[in-house]
């Protein structure tokens, strides 16, 4: 009898009676030969099994069972939300959704590259920035009332025109261009209240009204010559009021000693009644004509 | 205190709950519920301490059983090994706290009579007083088989041990116990060793 095979029966009455197939008594009349050192151990060990016999508290074991199941849920809802796409899936059922990713994508990207083109094109054409000059083409939309200036700016290319031409001006229009220029004087009362654009614009055109009728009196003679000085006056006087008084041209600048054979012409503080002093021909200004 | 079901029994409802069978998961809760609490109960001596860790070995279980092979070890020991780790950081974290475990006035017992009671409380108490000056392996052996239910294989398997090593360790453990418990004062009229 080895320690091996006390061992076996020892372990072999143990479960028994932990399983509660048989008593200490029936183990130990299964084994007489083995009483004396059997007996003790497993009535020690009937009594640590009686000890260790511990029923949990009912509101323990139900209480631990619903968190139990409840944390079940949890892992299982968590687990269908972050859970990878099962791996069985076949490429075709993606197919479609492929392909029209790719369609999209190669949509947006011809769009885009339309697009980018646009723009090169856009930014390879030149860009021409013109000044601005107001004519009356411009300023004087047909139908609408004209200003003072716009009319200025009108009557001075007409006038321009048939200088250049070489053309007669007639005293109708001079007085015309008169008038409007008497308007334009008027309206620059107080040059303050005056756009910028508008004033340089009424400067443009008083110099270039007051040069071409320069011009033209250089040419005339005989009756429009009063006429012409009352235009040029006219001109001068929105000079003035603008500023912009006009630089007297050397050769035609008239000395207070000059030879009574001077040629007429205004001076820069040209005014009628100052020309025709100065003037020792019998043009008349426009004061000694009335 | 051994399971209510064969071999089959297990594997099915255990793969039940491995997929997630709630009904299985409920029946292992309920079979297994009673062994846990007595194995921690056994190592730790307070009943309150062994509600709250049985109820941590079963979330630990629900973390892990995906993760169960039967070609490791039984479910039980497989189980088992949890329950004990479980205990090892229960006392890690006491011995960090500096609070000790000692027994309980508060130990649970059996619906029984008053005298029954009183005795069964002194016989829990006796035994976790006598089981606390075992080596840690005959304590654990003794608890795995006494109060889980284990048999020698499943407590190999849950040990890491041959058969034979815990039929020795066992051997031992209860010759311990019982020069221990004869040498107690007889307080009650139950002494049978």
Known sequence: MGRAEFEEILEECLSALLEGRRSVEESLSLYPAWRGRLEPLLRAAEEIAAGFDQTPPSRARERGLQRFLEAARTRRRLRKIFSPQPAGISWWRWAPAGLVAVIVIGALAFLSASLMAEDGRRLDEEVSIRPYIPTPEHTAPPGSVQSPLERVQEQVAVLEEAVRQGEMVEVGFLEELEEASGELAESLEDPGEVELVDRMAAVSAASKEYELLQTVQEQSSGFEAWVLEASLAAAENVLEKLGATPEPEPTASPEPTASPTATPSPSPSLTPTAGAEATPTPSPTPAQAE | ?193
């Open chain 2, 1 to 193: 205190m051994s399971p209510s079901w064969d071999g089959q029994g297990e594997r099915a409802i255990v793969d039940a709950a491995r997929a997630g069978d709630e009904s299985a998961l409920a029946e292992l809760y309920k079979l297994y519920f009673p062994r846990v609490y007595r194995y921690i109960l056994a190592r730790m001596g307070n009943p309150y301490d062994a509600e709250d860790l049985t109820e941590e070995v079963f979330l630990r279980i629900l973390d892990a059983i995906e993760r169960f092979q039967w070609r490791e070890a039984p479910f039980s020991a497989w189980l088992f090994r949890i329950a004990h780790n479980a205990v090892v950081s229960q006392r890690r974290k006491e011995g960090a706290r500096g609070r000790s475990s000692p027994l309980s006035e508060a130990l649970p017992v059996k619906s029984q009579g008053p005298e029954e009671l009183v005795e069964n409380r002194l016989a829990l108490n006796e035994i976790m007083r006598a089981a606390e000056t075992l080596p840690e392996a005959q304590r654990r052996v003794i608890s795995l088989r006494f109060a889980a239910g284990l048999s020698v294989a499943e407590t190999a398997r849950a040990m890491s041990k041959g058969e034979g090593n815990v039929k020795v360790i066992q051997h031992k453990a209860i010759a311990k116990l019982r020069e221990m418990l004869r040498q107690r004062p007889k307080v009650y009229g139950k002494g049978r060793v």
